[in-house]
Structure formats: structure tokens, C-alpha cells
């Protein structure tokens, strides 16, 4: 018990140095208003810096965050074949397979994947 107490003690006393460290550096940042401009190649900026995104690659951002997900569910499925029963792992990993690709078929005929109009 007094072990985690003095780590307690200890993680509250690192983050709040930390963070009366980061409040005092942080004065002296907020001083330069000129470092907080935006910059470019010397010159102040011609047009905005704050320019529109596509939608298009916050849609593919967003497939990749969802293939990537579903491939961390797959991997560990590899590493329970030895201890499962087969035709349950298998059936398992077939409907999984099956529904990532109905969401890649559904993507592409939504025209979500496609870069160029």
C-alpha cells in the first residue's frame, strides 16, 4: 500500500512540476506575437493560411481509419487458430472477410474511393 501512495505522491508531483514549467515557458511564447503570424519564406502570406480541405481525403483519411481497425481485429484471429475450434474460426473469419468486403464494394460503387471526377 505504501508503495502505490508514494507513486501517487510521485506522478502528482512530476505532472504538476510539468505543468508549472509549460504555464512559465508559456508567458514568454505568448510575448512574440510575431512568431505566432503565419510565415512564409520570409514574406507575410498573399492569401489565407486557413485554406478549405477536400472532402474526398477526409473520406479516404476516414476508410483508412476503419480498414485499420478491422485489420487489428484480423491479426489477433491468426494467433487463436491453435486454440479454437476450426470450423467455428473459420466461419468466423469468413463472415469477417464477407463484410469487409461488402463495405469496400459498397465504398467503391458510392464512388468514395475514386480520386478523379
Request: include cysteine; aromatic fraction near 10%; glycine fraction near 4%.
Amino acid at each position: 500500500m505504501i508503495k502505490l501512495i508514494m507513486m501517487l505522491s510521485l506522478t502528482l508531483i512530476i505532472s504538476t512540476t510539468m505543468m508549472i514549467m509549460h504555464h512559465i515557458i508559456n508567458k514568454k511564447m505568448i510575448m512574440e506575437r510575431n512568431k505566432m503570424t503565419p510565415f512564409e519564406c520570409g514574406f507575410d502570406p498573399k492569401s489565407s493560411s486557413r485554406l478549405p480541405f477536400s472532402t474526398k481525403f477526409f473520406l479516404i483519411g476516414i476508410l483508412f481509419l476503419i480498414f485499420d481497425v478491422e485489420m487489428v481485429m484480423i491479426l489477433p484471429m491468426l494467433i487463436t487458430l491453435k486454440q479454437s475450434n476450426l470450423n467455428l474460426w473459420m466461419t468466423m473469419n469468413i463472415l469477417l472477410m464477407l463484410m469487409l468486403m461488402m463495405g469496400l464494394y459498397y465504398e467503391w460503387k458510392n464512388g468514395v474511393i475514386e480520386w478523379i471526377n
